[in-house]
């Protein structure tokens, strides 16, 4: 199993270039599941999770090219199956994002149940009482969740839980449902949003993605088209804070500064410079000044991401004075508290919230990922920490940075992948 190396402490120098955001990509391939005609994305991210999109979509029977500029074309002429098994839905649980679509284009989805994951129980209730109310007959058989219906009709839902792939999963399913849908309290993610204008380019009629009120006219069919998946936010911050914490000097390109106003208001205050231009980003240092502890809360867009609270810890650990972190999102997102407790950074964790009390050094040790966003913020950890620091499990890297460590490589860390 892979490993990743870092001896620590080089200050980040230089230009990198943010990659398309995981978190559109997904439920835009799963869009290409509502069209017989080929859907052309570009900036498709070389992920794990990716991958394990396109596989299933393989499954229900698409016709997948790969080019070699990152884009990929899918045509789902005809769709052969509807199952999503176990064995691809257990790796990701994002695969939940076909059922939407094929129960709107098919009228028929056999999806496994996600199951827990690193970060809590993550159930997917929300997404099932959305398709109901459209007229969806949904059952819970043997692990697998059957949603059946003729054709779905308009509805009004009122979504309990701000939550991501619940609001886009109910959207696609409404773009050929009859009627009209409105869905309150949508979340507002930027992603939702860049999904919402591949679907209306699709011929899909949207409005409001990006506010909590979606309203979405369901329309016959849709067809294909090209659609440019915007910049990952989690990626260009993850990169702001590496830079911040080895004290570097770095500028971000193909990147847009407006999907992150709350992380780079919370970095200001750490004490960095930000400087920002319409897709570009540069960080670096005020002379002689240490960074400076922050409180933080995760919330749902715009607020601060729950998937850059772990890299956060990271970044106060090496801060002056004391900083709150409060996981408002999923219960159970602590789990990188212990490894960077390895490193030497002080944490003491009360319910929801983990105390941070910033030191002036990590040290390099053998640390463990636990899931995505907790191993990018080892990678983080151990770029700032004096010594050699190696992370194992870092498969849990792949499924959402790419290729993480030849970035970090090209900006002068000490960094190697050893398999
Ligand atoms: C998405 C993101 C993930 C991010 C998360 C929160 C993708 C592929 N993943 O995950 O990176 O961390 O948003 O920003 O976009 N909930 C329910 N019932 C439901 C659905 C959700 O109770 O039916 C709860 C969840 O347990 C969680 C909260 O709602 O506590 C938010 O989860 P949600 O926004 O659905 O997360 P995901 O869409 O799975």
Do not use: W
Not at 171 to 177: E, G, K, N, R
Not at 340 to 353: E, F, M, V, Y
Request: charged fraction near 20%; proline fraction near 5%; include cysteine.
């Amino acid at each position: 199993m892979d490993k990743i190396l870092i001896r620590g402490g080089i200050p980040l120098q230089g230009t990198v270039e943010i990659s398309g955001a995981k978190n559109a990509t997904l439920p835009t391939l799963a869009a290409a599941l509502l069209t017989d005609e080929p859907l052309r994305l570009t900036h498709v991210p070389h992920l794990r999770d990716v991958t394990t999109m396109l596989e299933l979509l393989g499954q229900h029977g698409a016709n997948i090219t790969v080019d070699e500029q990152l884009g990929v074309e899918i045509a789902c002429t005809q769709i052969s199956n509807t199952l999503a098994p176990y064995d691809l839905v257990r790796t990701m649980r994002a695969s939940v994002l076909v059922m939407g679509p094929l129960v709107a284009r098919c009228g028929d989805a056999r999806i496994s149940l996600p199951g827990g994951c690193a970060i809590g129980s993550r159930p997917v209730n929300l997404h099932l009482a959305g398709l109901e109310a459209m007229g969806a007959e949904v059952q819970l058989t043997s692990g697998y969740i059957h949603a059946k219906a003729k054709r779905l009709h308009g509805a009004r839902i009122v979504l309990d839980l701000v939550t991501v792939t619940g609001t886009e999963n109910l959207m696609m399913a409404a773009t050929l449902a009859d009627g009209r849908t409105i869905l309150e309290n949508a979340a507002c993610e930027p992603e939702v949003t860049d999904l919402a204008l591949c679907l209306n380019s699709m011929g899909a009629c949207i409005r409001g993605a990006g506010t909590s009120t979606i309203v979405i006219d369901g329309v016959e069919r849709l067809h294909g088209t090209r659609h440019d998946i915007l910049p990952d936010r989690i990626e260009t911050a993850t990169f702001l804070m590496a830079a911040a914490m080895t004290r570097g000097d770095i500028t971000l390109t193909n990147t847009s500064p407006t999907l992150l106003e709350s992380p780079i208001a919370k970095l200001r205050q750490t004490g960095v410079i930000i400087e920002e231009q319409a897709n570009s980003l540069r960080i670096y240092p005020k002379p002689d000044s240490r960074l400076r502890a922050v409180n933080i809360k995760t919330c749902p867009y715009p607020g601060f991401p729950t998937d850059l609270q772990a890299q956060m810890m990271a970044l106060v650990s090496v801060a002056e004075g004391s900083g709150a972190i409060t996981e408002t999102i999923f219960e159970n997102r602590f789990m990188h508290v212990s490894e960077l407790q390895r490193l030497g950074a002080d944490i003491s964790l009360q319910g929801n919230t983990a105390l941070v009390r910033g030191v002036p050094k990590l040290h390099g040790a053998p640390v463990m990922a636990t899931d995505l966003r907790a191993s990018a913020s080892l990678v983080l950890a151990g770029l700032a920490a004096e010594g050699e620091t190696l992370i194992s499990r870092v498969y849990h890297i792949d499924r959402g940075y790419e290729r993480i460590e030849e970035k970090l490589m090209a900006l002068g860390a000490n960094i190697q992948r050893l398999s």
